[in-house]
């Protein structure tokens, strides 16, 4: 990706002069559209990597596969949050790893870990680098050097089973290899983030991931059948069938764990065919507690399709209509609900009725198909926009949480008001909009999307408004994180989450398979 931006340069979107002037009318900003700023602006703290070290990586991954120049090392310095690409026009110095190595199996991780944890040298796993919370951050955690290890020459299909529908994927595939590789053999994984396009299997795997289709498909770890794993320790491999009652399930110990624990470097997941076909389907509610409510009924009726999304008034209102970005005749107030159903020609149209009754009597009125087949078109396109809206002198940023059904109203409201009242304090009103992104049958994950001005400091400002959210979230029964981890940013928080005691286990694991601390320092573990 762009080291500067999200995804690809010939992507990167202008704003319309109707998003400009509504940027002017509803939130006060001005400010005309900048260019990016030049890569040969940067300045990147000096790696404190020694020849000694540089020689010894060599010897043990080919000196071919040790890199220490600038642009690699920018392009490791960290996530796609918005906080990342603030820093990143940061005149300054900037933090990056020292070197990024590029090892080519599972035995050359095992190697270098374990180099690694010998020469207290800090290791960051990365995958697509598509972290919004500071995951991949080359934070150094004491240690004199850091290394961020790029999975990207782990990009094999190691196994394929048709018959137990399964397949073995190396970690550094991306989304769309996955589905290439598996394609070619009538199958697919069907997992689809915002990320699709650039985060990898072993880092869906690492952060708990939660694709578009989840409602269908189930979350990421839903899917994760065997998982290989190098740790400073040895090596690991997890997972002897669909189901144990042998102890405690150990992959929970590292799916989740974002490369504090160990490395993940293969993966068996559940697939399926490709299906015949799909029927698209929005859908308008008059107001978000009526859409919730319709959404719960689909999903505790056991009528989930593959997709089930809900935007609130302000997000139908404005990132859609207004954007465009679903066309067809969708409204511009109540709330848009997106379905799709997915699979055999009759299993889609009897699942297809079976939701469209129930959204129907829960007081869902039938937009017809195009609305729905215009997200799905435009679905990884969001952070494009952001990136553009913040060089246009806006603060956008997005941030989860779930919760169980009878309380997500509740929820929503509170960190609502806890973003306005802390952006508003500070001079730039915001708007707050939000969708539910993924259902279960107890509860539903919560999905914001915040918009206002920046002030002359940008990151204290987030920074203010996040801890603002984080504290309401814990404080409303919410999770700190649904489906974007916990990295650094929402570390403060951990303790809260799992309790004392459940700080202290993960500490001993952590203790136990990484004596030495070396893997992803400041990430997850409070």
Request: charged letters at 20%; hydrophobic letters at 40%.
């Given at each position: ?9 010939e992507?990167r979107k202008?704003l319309s002069p ?6 002017s009318a509803?939130l006060?900003?001005h400010a005309e559209?900048s260019?990016p700023?030049a890569e040969s602006?940067v300045?990147l703290?000096p790696?404190t ?12 991954l080919g000196?071919a596969n040790?890199h220490?120049?600038d642009?690699t ?8 949050s918005?906080?990342?690409l603030l820093?990143r ?6 933090d990056?790893?020292?070197a990024?190595?590029l ?11 374990q180099w690694?944890s010998?020469n ?6 990365f ?5 919004v919370v500071?995951?991949?951050d080359?934070?150094r955690?004491?240690f004199?050097a850091?290394?961020?290890l790029?999975l ?5 299909l ?6 137990s529908?399964?397949a ?7 989304g769309p290899?996955?589905?290439e590789?598996l394609?070619?053999?009538g199958?697919s994984?069907?997992?689809f983030p915002?990320?699709f396009?650039f ?9 708990r991931s ?5 409602a269908?498909?189930?979350?990421f770890?839903?899917m994760v059948?065997r998982l290989?794993?190098?740790t400073p320790?040895g090596s690991?491999d997890l997972?002897?069938g669909?189901?144990?009652a ?9 799916v ?6 160990g ?9 399926h ?7 698209y389907?929005a859908?308008s509610?008059p107001?978000f507690?009526t859409g919730a409510?319709?959404l719960r009924t689909v999903i505790q009726?056991?009528?989930a399709?593959?997709?089930m ?5 302000a ?7 207004l954007?465009?970005d679903i066309?067809g ?6 709330c848009l609900a ?6 055999t020609?009759?299993h ?16 869902g009125?039938?937009l017809?198909?195009q609305?729905?087949?215009s997200?799905e078109?435009?679905r990884?396109?969001?952070p494009?926009q ?6 246009a ?11 169980t ?8 409201t509170?960190?609502?008001a ?5 952006l508003?304090?500070q001079?730039?009103?915001p708007l707050v909009m939000?969708?539910?992104s993924h259902?279960y049958a107890t509860g ?9 001005g920046q002030?002359?400091?940008p ?8 801890q ?8 409303t029964?919410?999770t700190?994180?649904?489906?974007h981890a916990?990295g650094r ?7 809260a989450?799992?309790g004392d005691l459940?700080a202290?286990v ?21």
């Open positions: 990706m762009e080291w500067d931006a999200w995804g690809l340069g992507f202008q109707q998003v400009l002037s509504l940027l509803a006060g900003v559209q260019a700023p602006d300045v703290r790696s990597l020694t020849e000694p070290q540089r020689t010894a990586l060599g010897h043990v000196a040790v220490t120049d642009a090392r920018l392009r490791h310095a960290g996530g796609k918005t906080p990342d820093r026009k940061d005149t300054g110095s900037q990056a790893p020292d990024v190595v090892p080519g199996s599972h035995d050359e991780i095992l190697a270098l870990l690694c010998d207290a040298v800090a290791v960051v796993p995958g697509g680098g598509t972290s500071g995951g991949v080359p934070e955690g004491g004199a850091v290394l961020a790029d990207r020459r782990l990009d094999a190691v196994d394929l089973d048709p018959v529908g399964t073995t994927l190396q970690a550094g595939v991306t290899q996955a589905e590789l394609g070619r053999h199958f994984l069907g997992h915002q990320s396009q985060a990898t299997i072993g880092g869906f795997a690492a952060t939660s694709g578009q289709a989840s269908g498909y189930g979350r770890d839903d059948q290989r794993v190098a320790t690991l997972g002897r669909p189901a144990s042998a102890g405690p399930d150990l992959r929970e110990l590292f989740g764990s974002e490369g504090t624990f490395v993940i470097t293969e993966v068996t997941l559940r697939v065919p490709i299906p015949e076909t799909t029927a389907r859908w509610f107001d507690a409510t319709a009726t056991g009528a399709p593959t997709v999304r809900l935007s609130d008034e997000e139908t209102g404005v990132n859609l209509a954007a465009g066309g005749d969708a409204p511009t107030a109540g997106i379905t799709t159903v997915e699979g020609d009759a889609v149209r009897a699942r297809s009725e079976e939701v469209a009754a129930l959204l129907a009597a829960a007081g009125t039938d017809g198909e609305p729905a087949r997200w078109h435009g990884f396109d969001a494009y952001r990136d553009a809206l913040l060089n002198g806006a603060i956008v940023e997005t941030l989860e949480t779930a919760t059904w009878s309380n997500l109203v509740a929820l929503r509170a960190v609502t806890a973003l306005t009242e802390s508003a304090a001079g730039t009103p939000c969708h539910i259902t539903a994950s919560l999905y914001f999307t915040v918009v206002c002030t002359e400091d990151l204290t400002q987030w920074a203010a408004a996040k603002a959210a984080g504290d309401a979230i814990v404080a029964g919410g700190i994180t649904h489906h916990v940013d929402h570390r403060p928080w951990m303790t989450e799992v459940g202290t993960l500490r001993a694991v952590k203790a136990a398979i990484d004596p030495a601390g070396i893997l992803n320092p400041g990430k997850l573990i409070p």
